[in-house]
């Protein structure tokens, strides 16, 4: 089979690149799709994406074996292959992949860069690794495409490390999205969406996931840019994604289709040593070295040590998830899963295990004076206490202590869903349900 990849055609003002993927299907429908599209997240943390950093590969032959449904387009069923059987020249697609390209993607705006490749041969899977989990050198990705097949990257040419990527990855883990997408005439207009049916979706199928926050009330299955994209339902499996899909009340969708995805499978979490490098995602295991922070925003920060030291931070979008953070105490250990920011190097959490708690005891009183029997004073905060009336002295450890419960327990606590990354795993997904968040 031929593998069709694309990447960076999108903009903030607009354009999708899985658009993209339904006018490449259009243009290739004298070809069989082989297996669903593909779309691929990469590196979350690359200072130069658009929005999610996604790039998108199709595989195109002659279809044999089973066929299955994948989408609707012009108003006709749209099916794939389970295999192939032959594929016409590579030479003889990128000249169509290309024109098709060269109409939609958002070439105006400095931080779109295009690429387009046709491949006839699988790129190796560290390509894929290397871009979901660090940053792929322009003239590396551009090596592999050559020895792969035939490409072309437009402006700095950046486009054609997703166009490797995309090729490369070799599911370990999976999961599926249906895209919905707008009629033209809506693009960037307000979404006709009836959160109600989105409750109700959530409801009837357990198997998809990031539907609705309902700690904020807010539909998280439509982007918030105005791309050409009405709806997407990721789900562990495709079947019932149609049907999911057809019970949301919504403004009529243009066409849709199912993506396989490597989102919600952590593919760009690693674990750390001493040190932790910028742009990456890491896992940290450690012990909290002191006090949570509240900084102006709202933003929570704590410093972690893993065997070296990091703060880590609750930024002010993750919401509900900052009170985590603001409960932990020093000594209680955790996993931490997040992105390293540079400047100032921080770890931008994701995901939180609480492994131990340490105990918490607040003071009942001052202790009674050994000498006169009357209530002793404080002299500062850890610098014992003094008898206002015979001037003996006593400990920290003198005064009246009990346990306090802590808010916290043992376990794993993630963001609500309108805050989690399209490639983090969901606690859902672990079979796992998060603890509940601190009242405070």
């Not at 990527?165 to 969406?193: K, N, S």
């Not at 009336?389 to 400990?395: I, M, N, Q, V």
């Amino acid at each position: 089979m031929l593998y069709v990849s694309f990447d960076d055609t999108d903009s903030l003002k607009g354009m999708c690149t899985t658009f993209l993927a339904t006018e490449m299907i259009k243009e290739f429908s004298d070809l069989d799709l082989i297996g669903h599209p593909r779309l691929v997240r990469l590196n979350p943390n690359v200072p130069w994406k658009t929005r999610g950093n996604g790039a998108l590969c199709l595989r195109l032959g002659r279809g044999t074996g089973g066929r299955f449904k994948v989408g609707e387009l012009d108003g006709r069923d749209i099916f794939a292959w389970t295999g192939s059987t032959a594929h016409p020249p590579s030479e003889d697609i990128l000249p169509r992949a290309a024109t098709v390209l060269e109409e939609w993607a958002e070439f105006g705006d400095n931080l779109t860069n295009p690429a387009v490749a046709v491949f006839d041969r699988k790129p190796p899977p560290s390509m894929y690794w290397k871009a979901v989990r660090d940053i792929v050198p322009i003239a590396e990705a551009r090596e592999a495409a050559k020895m792969a097949g035939a490409f072309r990257a437009y402006k700095n040419g950046r486009g054609i490390v997703g166009c490797v990527a995309a090729a490369a990855w070799r599911p370990q883990d999976r999961t599926y999205e249906v895209l919905t997408y707008r009629q033209r005439a809506r693009w960037g207009t307000e979404r006709d969406i009836d959160s109600e049916s989105v409750i109700e979706m959530d409801g009837r199928f357990p198997e998809t996931f990031n539907n609705y926050d309902y700690l904020n009330r807010k539909v998280t299955i439509a982007p918030g840019s105005p791309c050409p994209i009405l709806f997407g339902i990721r789900a562990e499996r495709p079947d019932r994604l149609e049907r999911a899909m057809r019970t949301i009340r919504s403004e009529t969708p243009d066409r849709w289709f199912i993506f396989e995805t490597n989102q919600g499978t952590d593919e760009h979490l690693v674990k750390a040593g001493k040190s932790v490098k910028r742009h990456t995602s890491v896992i940290l295991r450690g012990l909290v070295a002191g006090p949570p922070m509240v900084h102006l925003g709202g933003h929570v920060i704590f410093p972690l040590n893993y065997g070296g030291k990091i703060d880590c931070a609750a930024y002010e979008p993750s919401k509900q998830f900052r009170r985590v953070s603001r409960a932990l105490m020093a000594g209680d250990e955790v996993v931490v899963c997040g992105s390293v920011r540079d400047e100032p190097r921080t770890i931008n959490v994701e995901k939180l295990r609480v492994l131990k708690l340490v105990e918490s005891k607040v003071k009942v009183s001052n202790p009674v004076c050994p000498s006169c029997g009357k209530r002793m004073k404080s002299i500062g905060r850890g610098a014992g206490f003094r008898c206002l009336t015979c001037r003996t002295k006593a400990p920290a450890t003198a005064g009246v202590w009990k346990k306090a419960e802590r808010q916290l327990r043992i376990g794993w606590y993630e963001p609500p869903v309108s805050a989690r990354r399209h490639i983090s795993m969901p606690l859902k997904r672990l079979g796992l349900k998060e603890n509940a968040y601190p009242s405070k």
